[in-house]
């Protein structure tokens, strides 16, 4: 019934933005303009070093970081307070899957995972507050957290286990005639990961963040009969909510499965 | 080039033309991005690992530790109740059993006590029997004494009184005579 409800104002909306559309000045839907960037003290030029809207936002992250792990930690309570708790939470979850997925002997990598999990996952949470900028969701920044999987893992791969690290793509299991077409496969999907783990992450971020922009739009343009694009901006946040989590999650564990190539490359 | 940027924002934002209508596909910012971002992880990284991650694990380390200590704190009190149960259980049974020796004792003693006392009173109740037997026969000596003494009287009165003369050798001769028998 609410999924039916929710797929007829969909429609409505749909239409209405097409009808009104062409007639209404005021309806100009920019749904990426958030998504720009800014410099912060004013200017036009966006040089490297140059504070922008991507500079306060990723502070933002790292206040918020350090306020949960670092601040909400502080007491060291053997009975955790509510923000120490979550900190725990952050820990162990993170922390039992790299043991679980990459293997005991990638504890040393678990920093350093912590770090990407922890800043997509404030940065996809700090991009949910409304007029907000979401640094995951430009291919910029999600490519080069890929970028550093990436290298970490094809690096990790060849110093611990030099050329045997090329057997990841040598199928012994498969065979003998099939191998080198194998091989071909496995090289192409080896340099795919990054492109997909940059995509899958800045392109969930960007188009359910446009999808809301447009409602926002339609709510404006529509007057009395907004309720309909506002019922549906709250559905898509909802979903928002859980797929900014779910992103973080996704990458992450990820990361550790790629991980677990380079540490134990057996195929 | 920085002002290609520019136009490529604001001309999103008047009207969406193309790709350039996509801020994520505006180089130009590339390099602000990359180079925050790299900060943004760099500084991220060091309070993880120097701060935060080193805490947490000694905090979860310490919860575990002391949970580990109150359950072994808690089989060790335990193991001492039930020590002190048997204990008590030991206490209970020999204190029963020291009950019983006394009671025993007692009762013996009080038996022999009774017993002396019984054998007491019959050695004094003989006693007394001897006693009055004694009595007994020594009165029944005088009594015989007295039955000589009525008899001679009488008999001297019975003669005095039929007129024959109170002869006292001869009553006294008959009276022994008759009582002897």
Same mark, same amino acid.
């Given at each position: 019934m609410g999924k039916l409800f929710f797929y007829v104002a969909l429609a409505l909306v749909l239409v209405s933005g097409l009808v009104f559309a062409p007639e209404h000045a005021g309806l100009a839907i920019h749904p990426m303009d958030q998504f720009t960037v800014k410099p912060l003290f004013g200017g036009d030029h966006i040089a490297w070093y140059t504070p922008t809207n991507v500079t306060l936002w990723m502070l933002f992250a790292v206040v918020a970081i350090i306020g949960l792990l670092v601040l909400g930690s502080s007491n060291r309570g053997i009975v955790p307070s509510r923000a120490q708790s979550v900190a725990e939470l952050a820990y162990g979850f993170i922390y039992k899957m790299v043991e679980d =997925?990459? %293997?005991?002997?990638a504890v040393k990598f678990f920093p350093y995972i912590m770090t990407l999990f922890m800043f997509i996952v404030t940065a996809n949470f700090l991009g949910l507050i409304p007029m907000s900028f979401t640094t995951t969701s430009h291919f910029a920044v999600t490519a080069i957290l890929a970028m550093l999987v990436f290298v970490t893992v094809t690096i990790t791969g060849f110093v611990l286990? %030099? *050329?045997? &690290?090329?057997?990841? &793509?040598? =199928?012994?299991? *498969?065979p003998l005639a099939l191998r080198p077409i194998l091989a071909i496969i496995e090289l192409i999907s080896y340099f795919v990961r990054p492109v997909s783990h940059c995509i899958r992450l800045a392109g969930n971020v960007m188009a359910g963040h446009a999808v809301l922009k447009v409602f926002a739009g339609f709510a404006g343009a529509l007057g009395a009969g907004a309720f309909l694009p506002i019922f549906a901006i709250t559905a898509v946040y909802a979903l928002e909510v859980l797929v900014a989590f779910i992103q973080a999650y996704v990458f992450t564990i990820l990361t550790c499965v790629y991980l677990k190539d380079a540490l134990h490359p057996s195929h | 080039m920085a002002s290609n940027t520019h136009d490529a924002g604001h001309g999103a934002a008047e009207a969406a033309h193309g790709?350039? +209508?996509?801020?994520?596909?505006?180089?130009?910012t590339y390099g602000n991005q990359i180079f925050w971002l790299l900060v943004t992880l760099v500084v991220i990284y060091l309070i993880l690992s120097r701060v935060a991650l080193p805490r947490i694990a000694a905090i979860l380390n310490e919860r575990q530790g002391t949970i580990t200590n109150d359950l072994a704190a808690a089989e060790d009190l335990k193991a001492k109740a039930v020590e002190a149960e048997n204990a008590y259980n030991k206490a209970l049974a020999d204190a029963r059993a020291e009950a019983q020796r006394i009671a025993a004792e007692t009762r013996a003693e009080i038996q022999a006590e009774v017993d002396e006392a019984i054998a007491k009173a019959d050695e004094e109740i003989s006693a007394k029997a001897a006693e009055s037997e004694k009595a007994i026969a020594e009165i029944r000596a005088t009594a015989l004494e007295s039955v000589k003494v009525v008899a001679t009287d009488t008999a001297s009165a019975l003669v005095t009184a039929l007129g +024959?003369?109170?002869d006292a050798d001869a009553v006294a001769a008959a009276v022994a005579k008759r009582t002897e028998g």
């Open positions: =997925v990459t %293997g005991k002997d286990h %030099g *050329a045997k &690290f090329l057997g990841l &793509f040598w =199928v012994s299991s *498969a | 790709s350039s +209508g996509m801020p994520q596909l505006d180089f130009s +024959g003369k109170d």
